[in-house]
């Protein structure tokens, strides 16, 4: 009876967790949460929930569906209001110019790498959602950058867990 319980109860913890990741990646994506340990709190959900194929694939979907869609959020908010033209206007820094360049330059590719860059990832949302791109063409540029960023992590995770059953 109480293996029902605890297996019910460990089920819905790792239920949580995904969610949580994905909430976590969407403020992450929409800027909001730049702050939060996103890298950390993906390779802790990897080792909570095992590195099966399904648990790695569900943590991973979590993370790219939450990068994706919180990119998408901001891309449409900037798109329709604005804020970002208002605020912006006449104050282009150096920073800002040459995101704005690298942009221009590289278009679309440029969102996916960045994407696969911990630190960079999202900061090409602003710039893209100013030009007169395809949202669609943005999110699944976000989403191929944003998957190989899971990989990388998926890949760190399960490095870690390999390590720990060694020792």
């Not at 942009?103 to 900061?123: I, K, Q, Y």
Request: proline residues 2%; contains cysteine; hydrophobic residues 55%.
């Amino acid at each position: 009876m109480y293996t029902t319980v605890i297996d019910a109860g460990a089920s819905l913890v790792a239920q949580y967790g995904v969610f949580a990741l994905l909430v976590v990646f969407a403020l992450e994506g929409a800027l909001v949460g730049k702050v939060i340990p996103t890298r950390t709190l993906f390779v802790a959900a990897v080792l909570a929930i095992g590195t099966t194929t399904a648990g790695m694939l569900s943590v991973a979907a979590a993370a790219v569906a939450g990068a994706t869609a919180g990119q998408v959020v901001l891309f449409a908010l900037v798109r329709h209001t604005d804020v970002a033209s208002d605020r912006f206007a006449g104050e282009a820094t150096d920073e800002s110019s040459r995101v704005a360049r690298w942009f221009d330059r590289w278009g679309l590719s440029a969102v996916a790498l960045s994407n696969t860059l911990p630190v960079a990832r999202g900061t090409l949302t602003v710039p893209a959602a100013m030009t007169d791109e395809n949202a669609v063409r943005f999110s699944a540029s976000s989403m191929v950058g944003s998957s190989i960023y899971a990989c990388g992590l998926l890949a760190v995770g399960g490095g870690i867990e390999l390590l720990l059953t060694i020792a």
